[in-house]
């Protein structure tokens, strides 16, 4: 099993930055992809970003160039910088391991909040 801790979420004021994190624990030796997914009220969880073990990233269409995700193997915990926040970003974001044998996990979740 594997156990996915978040921090990081909050209120903020479009134009304005977050940083989430997200640092995972037991059985990791299979982890391979690790990242961020979000989901809006009424709409499907989308690809925020993702790295991999190797330092490959992915990042959703809507958060190029204003998103950052970076990892620090040595804590097994990841980041994602948000700035130039807008209010579309508002939603639930969730961190996500992928692990060989296609298996995920998924964090509990932290809401992120833009608006004036």
């Known amino acids: 099993q594997v156990q996915l801790v978040e921090s990081g979420g909050g209120l903020v004021q479009p134009g304005g930055s977050l940083r989430l994190s997200c640092t995972a624990s037991?059985?990791?030796?299979?982890?391979?992809?690790m990242g961020w997914y979000r989901q809006a009220p009424g709409k499907e969880r989308e690809l925020v970003a993702t790295?991999?073990?190797?330092?490959?990233?992915n990042y959703g269409d809507s958060v190029k160039g204003r998103f950052a995700i970076s990892r620090d193997n040595t804590k097994d915990t990841w980041y994602l910088q948000m700035n130039s926040l807008k209010p579309e970003d508002t939603a639930v974001y969730y961190c996500?391991?992928?692990?060989?044998?296609?298996?995920?996990?998924w964090g509990q979740g932290s809401q992120v909040t833009v608006s004036s």
């Open positions: 996500y391991t992928w692990h060989y044998g296609d298996v995920k996990y």
């Open positions: 037991g059985r990791l030796f299979s982890m391979y992809i």
């Open positions: 790295v991999t073990i190797n330092g490959l990233t």
